[in-house]
């Protein structure tokens, strides 16, 4: 059997027979298992092997395999066997063979021909074709032939005869060509004026806007004074009539081409900066009877300050009750050295206030008041002298 290249809607048929008498024909048979390999490549299980039996009364064993799974040869080669093998527990193992092949004009090539018999050629050199050209580039020979164009370099030469259908007149003494024009952009020519009238919709393939031409008209930013010829834009400031804001679009500077204003006098001045009727140095003078009360006041303040410390402690800085009365508890060798004032109250209160055993033996137990540890294991003799002592303060 013969499939081409791709195809998955192949079937290939096959009689499944008794495994053990190798004859008898197995009818309704379900839940086979198909292996393929293809070119001699690895043994691959078919992921969903789709088997029909054809008829179990009228042909009774034969079965049709789809072969819809690995149908593509590869691209250096024009044909390929497959081996298919078919195992069912009930049925002895079917293998056959079939053969993948590339209907093809040459190697490597596929040709694609529809119902009308149309080849689709997708590719003329190597170069892909679409549906509207015959390459990726044409090149055309030049002559003044039927069918060909006079050109040097790429210039097409023409000898023009019609314009719009009309028929253009002949060269007149001077050598130029008179062609009557009746219509540009389907408007007409103003035969009265001999003008011109021609409809422009576009401008750099800019689309105008209707009407007349206005600011709307003009992209932004497209009118700069490099636009216009030299000195125009001065000439229209001096024929003008402006109306300036100082501040804004002048400047003014104080006696220079403006009147109507006053300059400001010494009083004007004084006023200007806060100062009451004498000058600056008089008024300055005046504060100096007052300097033996400045004085004064200043050293008071002084002896305030003076004992102040350099860089006093935030608020958040000064410690707390709590923290004082933990500083104090656990103040290294505050007792005696390497005591802290919480161990020794530890042990005092053991001594005094916890448990106690073993006073009358050679060793004597203070526990501590929650009775949880030994505080103080003392060794004593008969008449109760300690001799050695070990304290637990932690």
């Known amino acids: 059997m013969k499939i081409p290249s791709g195809k998955t809607d192949q079937k290939l048929f096959f009689v499944a ?15 086979f298992t198909v292996y393929r390999s293809r070119n001699g490549g690895t043994a691959t299980v078919y992921t969903t092997p789709t088997i029909t039996e054809l008829s179990a009364a009228n042909m009774p064993g034969v079965y049709c395999l789809l072969i819809d799974e690995d149908t593509t040869i590869a691209s250096t080669s024009d044909t390929e066997e497959m081996a298919l093998h078919v195992t069912q527990a009930s049925m002895a193992p079917v293998t056959r063979v079939v053969e993948l092949y590339r209907p093809d004009v040459t190697s490597g090539r596929t040709l694609s021909v529809d119902a009308n018999s149309r080849v689709d050629v997708g590719s003329i050199s190597g170069t892909a074709q679409t549906a509207r050209d015959i390459g990726a580039s044409v090149l055309l020979s030049a002559g003044t032939g039927t069918g060909q164009l006079d ?16 028929a253009a007149a002949t060269p007149s003494t001077a050598g130029v060509i008179e062609v009557n024009i009746k219509n540009i952009a389907n408007a007409a020519v103003n035969t009265a004026s001999a003008q011109l009238g021609v409809n422009v919709v576009n401008a750099g393939g800019t689309a105008w806007n209707s009407g007349a031409i206005t600011a709307n008209t003009f992209a932004a ?13 001065d000439a229209v400031w001096s024929t003008t009539t402006r109306l300036l804001t100082a501040g804004t679009n002048i400047v003014l500077a104080k006696g220079t081409g403006v009147t109507g204003f006053n300059d400001l006098d010494a ?63 656990d103040r290294a ?5 390497g005591m ?15 448990k106690a055993n073993g006073l009358g033996t050679g060793t004597a137990i203070f526990r501590d008041t929650n009775d949880t540890k030994d505080r103080i294991n003392a060794s004593v003799d008969q008449d109760g002298n300690r001799l050695a002592v070990i304290l637990d303060p932690s």
């Open 221 to 233: 930013g497209a009118i700069t004074a490099a636009k216009f010829a030299a000195n125009a834009l």
């Open 333 to 337: 060798s505050g007792i005696e050295p």
């Open 267 to 329: 009083p004007g001045v004084r006023s200007a900066v806060g100062l009451a009727s004498a000058n600056l140095d008089t008024q300055l003078s005046a504060l100096s009877g007052n300097d033996t009360t400045i004085n004064n006041n200043v050293l008071a303040v002084k002896a305030k300050t003076d004992n102040l410390p350099a860089a006093p402690a935030a608020v958040g800085d000064i410690p707390t009750a709590n923290q004082n009365a933990d500083a104090l508890l």
């Open 340 to 354: 802290t004032p919480r161990q020794g109250w530890r042990l005092w209160s053991a001594a005094l206030l916890g």
């Open 17 to 31: 027979v008794d495994s053990t008498d190798l004859k008898t024909r197995k009818t309704g048979l379900s839940s």
């Open 151 to 166: 050109f040097t370099a790429g210039v097409v030469k023409s000898n023009m005869t019609q314009l719009l259908g009309t």
